[in-house]
């Protein structure tokens, strides 16, 4: 059965706007998608056998011109097991979208129902499948009609009339009303959950309709038709309004595909989560008290998908203000030749214009070498028009304009007299504006001194003042960097939604901008926090106006938080009516993860005060353990309040909601064991877990830190000393034997020791013969296997010597598996070296033999074994990891060699120096 809501305009206005009470009869549309539809003909074109099931559109039509005849009445059919009966009343109608303008409205058309009984034989009946129903076998109609006629019989009711209108517009929807069309008596009437309608134009007028089916159009609003039922705004499963049991879906399809509202899709957006959550607790108005919510559990598994992307912006520096005299050379120029009109008295100056030459050599704005065009050197501004070379002023008779648009950087870094009426920024150019430089555009006589960067990057360095008297306008192509102490602003309005970095020095000092009026925010705000470490309490704010719209759609920052802290913004009242988008550091929880022991722990570092009413913990790769043993859930421990439910668990997704109020959290949170670092593919990407949580206050949700411990992964590891004295062990703590045939460890900065690297070659932990490269130094270790491959088992760990210098951590470790013919990046990790217990030794005695298979054997789907890696539960894995390490003692377990003649090759290359890489 599938279901699909309609466009929820109601449940996306609440959503938008925050809404946090809505009246308790509040109504909905939820919209029925056909569990099948088509179409069936017994006209002159299609006959009476043929079939329609699976095409694009549903068609209707009736022509009859005395010779030819076109018959197609539309065959729909309705899942309706789930929906409440107390919804069959006359509110319900149904709707549907036309395939394009030519085959819509205006006209009528005759709807039936079919009945639940089918006195016809040879029939299909009412569970009829759209690739075998044709007009010659559907329930409902005369099957032996002769062709270009049609009729209905005893087993199809009529209902009602359906006027569609012939407005001819995308998506051309039409919708029944239930003064024409009652569905009440039927639904009311229906006994096995299933509901055919048949449809056929009233009039034999010619007119052809086709409405989008279930495999037609989805896009620009179009869909199948629908069969629309009211429901309580927050009501989920549309039984005794907005409860526990709504919750209930939600929690059980949380973070999942949804395919209808009855999933618990709420905001009709196709997939369960905190939106949803939050449109059922906007809504859900009973009381906890005496509840017993036991009966909230969810152990549903679905995989499901989850999401997240950041931006960053360039940055430029500005300089300051200088100016010389200004002769009237256009003006005079202008008025000689009797221009009056004020269109006329406005020029541009390019900087750099090409149509002039030479410039100075330098990209200032203020160089002045003669006032003379004709002169060598001159200005670097030029009006093409007038052919002049003057630096841009606004008190000219002409309203002197500055464009910067030659895909380079101009420079001020002085105190100008002169100042131009505008200044626009494009084709990717730059103003950088000095601490010792002064840069103001003013109002001229046809100007209103604005400043406009559409394409291109502004910086003022601290010291530094840029300021219009016009709009100051910051596109979503360009960026803005204010460092603090610097003096940036406009007297008119600001529109900032490009990218805006801000310096900060201290608390309450950082570069801002000021605008004289109204001011609108977008884009990304960044925070330069070089050279200084923050407190929690500091604030900064970076936006003052007398009005501000928007905000910044993401924020980061260059240094000085914390691993547990991020930025957030608010709006302010900075008095005397003035407002201001202030900064803060927020504290978030985090999540950490061991991936020796899959154990995952919320804690808080930090002393804010947090508080939520929901969190999840998510993994794309399925890294999740699904076993609900290995699950602490909240309702288990009884932390943070005993109102809370569980979502479902599966490997994609672990979480809880909170139906009352926001809980503050305190103590650590262990959830026990439920990261799998060994699921996945060998040497996949696996570490991968999301954690986020939300609060109901404001309804806003908080991504929070993820951080892991330990050195188990499902793959090679490099573990490195970071000490620098001591060893490098190379180990597998997969549950996988592997097979290599190579190895290369490489540090771009030079942090290898040849000396100090105890190589295969020049130990026996293998059998096999190693093969240094020719060129090992400090950026790069490698040998080869020169017989074969060797084979390291689970739990084995190398002893490579101490080769880390313990200078930059920028190790990368690639091996070859045997048979490949590219190489596989390993996992380096930076940690001493406790060496693990022997893998396998089911009964501790230092050998892995038949007498731990034993111990296998009895433990099979208990508890936990010795030496097993972290495996859990005992079941085949513990098998697995037994064999092969089977004759393996300590101290070194699971290495072996297995000679290849065919591997000599690797032994002529390196013997021949070859140059490779591992890749």
Known sequence: ???????????????????????????????????????????????????????????????????????????????????????????????????????????????????????????????????????????????????????????????????????????????????????????????????????????????????????????????????????????VDGYNGVDLADLQVIADNFRQSANSRLDGDLSADGFVDFADFELWKQNYTGSLAGVDLGFLSAKVPEPSTLWLAAVGAGLLLVRRLKVNPR??????????????????????????????SPYPADNNWFTETDNNPNASGGTNWYDPVGAVNFIPDYSQVVDERAAIDFGGTVVVDTVGAYSPASLTISSSSGLDVLGTGALSIRAGTDTNGELNVSSGAVSVLSGGSLTSEGSFTIGGSSSLAIGAGATVGTDSSLSLTGSYQVGVAGNANNGFISAGTSATVGGQLVLDFTGYTPAATDTWTVVEADSITGDFSSLSWIGGLAPNQSLATVQTDLGGGRVGITAMIEERLVLQVNRDTGAATIMHPGSSSITLDGYYVGSDLGMLSDKASDWTSLVESGQLGSDWIETSQTTSNIGELKIGADATFGSDVALGSIYKPLAGTFAGDTEDLQFVYRRSSDGKTFTGRVEYTGSKVNNLVLQVDPSGSGDVYLRNTSSTTVEIDAYEILSSSGALSEAGWNSLAEQSATTNTWLEALDNGASLLAEFDTEGFTTIGPGAAINLGPLYTGSTQDLQFNFLLMGDDEGTAGAVMYGAFTADALPGDYNEDNIVNLADYTVWRDNLGSGVLPNDNGLGTVGYEHYELWKANFGSSLPISGVGAVPEPSSWLLLAIAVAGLGYRLR
């Open 327 to 356: 002769v009237m050379v256009i003006a005079l120029v202008l008025l000689g030749v009797g221009v009056a009109s004020s269109s006329f008295a406005q020029v541009t100056y390019y900087f750099k214009h090409p149509d002039y």
């Open 1 to 235: 059965m599938t279901h699909k809501s309609l466009f929820n305009l109601t449940t996306l206005l609440m959503a938008a706007t925050a809404i946090v009470a809505v009246r308790a009869d509040a109504q909905e549309f939820y919209g029925l998608t056909p569990d099948a539809d088509t179409y069936i003909t017994n006209g002159g074109g299609s006959g009476p056998t043929s079939h329609h099931g699976g095409k694009s559109s549903v068609e209707v039509r009736w022509y009859d011109d005395g010779s030819t005849t076109r018959i197609r009445m539309g065959y729909v059919r309705f899942d309706i097991a789930g929906i409440n009966p107390e919804f069959f009343t006359n509110e319900v109608t149904l709707s549907g979208t036309f395939t394009g303008s030519s085959y819509n409205g205006p006209g009528v058309w005759d709807v039936y129902g079919l009945n639940d009984t089918i006195t016809a034989v040879d029939t299909l009946g009412v569970d009829w499948d759209d690739s075998e129903i044709s007009y010659s076998n559907a329930a409902g109609v005369v099957n032996d009609a002769p062709v270009g006629t049609f009729g209905f019989t005893s087993d199809a009711t009529m209902l009602g009339t359906l006027t569609l209108d012939g407005v001819d517009e995308q998506p051309l929807p039409f919708i029944s009303n239930g003064s024409d069309l009652d569905f009440s008596s039927f639904l009311n009437a229906d006994t096995d959950g299933l509901v055919t309608l048949l449809f056929i134009s009233s009039t034999s007028d010619g007119k052809e309709y086709r409405i989008d089916s279930s495999e037609g159009s989805t896009s620009n609003g179009h869909g199948p038709m629908t069969l629309n039922f009211m429901f309580p705004a927050g009501d």
